[in-house]
């Protein structure tokens, strides 16, 4: 059997070669005293957020036994991972259950109000459609 070579971990030998090592500063700007963590604010003021679509709120009640479901659907470039935790906080704020179904979200019974303010909190814009 041939002996095989061994990568050393101790910083010995650097274990490639860097491209950029041999670069130089020299010539560059300085860089920023400091990064701004937030964005600085418009000239008018406050930042308005960003309105992230129109979404659906709907009451059903045909073909759930006669139970009342509010349905809100129509979200448009939000994941299931998204939509899951609106559905927690839908379903702490109504006190009721809950779950997503085929990209939409079903809140037991008829709590379009305190699912429309939860929709705006998250820069939804909501609208009661027919239902």
Known sequence: ???TARIRTDGGQTFGH??????????????PASSPTEPAPSARGAVKPKNRGRVD?????AGRGGKTVTV??????????EKE??????????GTGGTVKDGQIEIQGDKRE????????????PVFAGG
């Open 72 to 81: 809100v659907k129509g979200f448009i470039g939000i994941g299931l991972p």
């Open 18 to 31: 860097n491209p950029f090592d041999a670069l130089s500063s020299e010539g560059l700007p300085p860089a």
């Open 57 to 61: 709120i709907i009451r059903q009640k």
């Open 1 to 3: 059997m041939s002996k």
């Open 114 to 125: 305190e699912v429309a303010r939860i929709l705006t909190e998250a820069h939804f814009r």
């Open 85 to 94: 935790q609106l559905a927690k906080a839908m379903q702490r704020a109504c």
